[in-house]
């Protein structure tokens, strides 16, 4: 246990025989349960995993590939089963380092927060040995994450060094979470319409025999699209069907508006090519709305990122 916290650790694993079992044999003695999730490997990964012969430790194998969401989320529902307090994400390649395990826990078991994420862009020297391409994806899909699951305050979405409570993960419908490569954004989705407490904790990013199967010429596109539904699947959810809030009404009203303003302003400068002069009232019928609508978006934004801030 650590500070009176049952721990569970959930290892999702797929084609990993040869580190799997640093990633079991150099778990914490404070976790009390170790999952092994084989997403279908086609090597020795749930053999290699069994001999390091940990009684902590038990090896799920899946029949199919569900894709590393799948395999977290069937971890996750077997720590629900074992009764455990949190369970903690940690890859089956050893690149998260289990000495910032207790890092992760320390807001959960302080009441601080539900949700802990590791962040890799904490400071100088932040960037030391990730690769250049993982740099830019991270920095642009940040932004976009932090728009679209509500919580500002996070950054490096794509950050697998997770921690999350046993109340958070009762509150979540595990069968509906993306169980692919977006399975990190739509969690944060999911975990923002019912309000959990998120929290990052500065970890550096450890790279070392570990090799990358996220193809970003056909995953960057696909993340984007998600992140557009799932921004407007929060909205609805969260700020019309449960409360019907001011940053809605913000929000539409400002687009109804900017609509409008393009709209008008599109119409002024097309009778308006050649001799033709806009009237000082066709100009100001034109800005009106578009600058009222440019506000109230901004104001909807500012509403939002103070709603996620203030638990």
Known sequence: MYRGLRVA????????????????????????????????SSD??????????DSRAQVITLIENQGVGGAILTGHAEALVLDADVSVVMAGDAQMDPDYLPALLDPIASGEAQFTKGNRFYGKGS???????????????????????GYWN????LNGY????????????????????????????????????????????QYGDEVSG???????????????????SRIWWKYVLQSFSAVALMLFGGLVLTGVG???????AVHTLGPATASAGTVVLAVAPLLSGFHMLIYAMVLDIQDNTAR
Do not use: C
């Not at 650790?9 to 079992?21: D, F, T």
């Not at 020795?44 to 012969?53: L, N, Q, R, S």
């Not at 996070?154 to 979405?157: A, E, I, K, N, Q």
């Not at 393009?262 to 002024?268: D, F, K, Q, R």
């Open 9 to 40: 650790v959930v290892v999702p694993a797929h084609n990993e025989e040869r580190l799997i079992g640093r990633t079991v044999s150099t778990m914490p003695d404070f976790v009390d349960h170790i999952i092994v999730v084989d997403d279908a």
């Open 44 to 53: 020795g990964t749930a053999e290699a995993a069994k001999a390091v012969g």
């Open 127 to 149: 960037f030391a040995g990730m690769p250049r391409h993982r740099i830019l994806g991270n920095l642009a899909l940040s932004f976009l994450t932090k728009a679209a699951s």
């Open 154 to 157: 996070l950054f490096d979405p």
């Open 162 to 205: 997770t921690a999350i409570s046993r109340e958070a993960l009762l509150r979540l419908d595990l069968s509906q979470i993306e169980r692919r490569y977006e399975f990190e954004n739509d969690l944060l989705i999911h975990l923002n319409i019912q309000r959990v407490r998120a929290v990052d904790v500065a970890i550096p990013a």
């Open 214 to 232: 996220i193809n970003l010429r056909k995953q960057a596109p696909r993340a984007v699209r998600h992140l557009a539904r799932g921004f407007w």
């Open 262 to 268: 393009l709209a008008i302003s599109l119409w002024t």
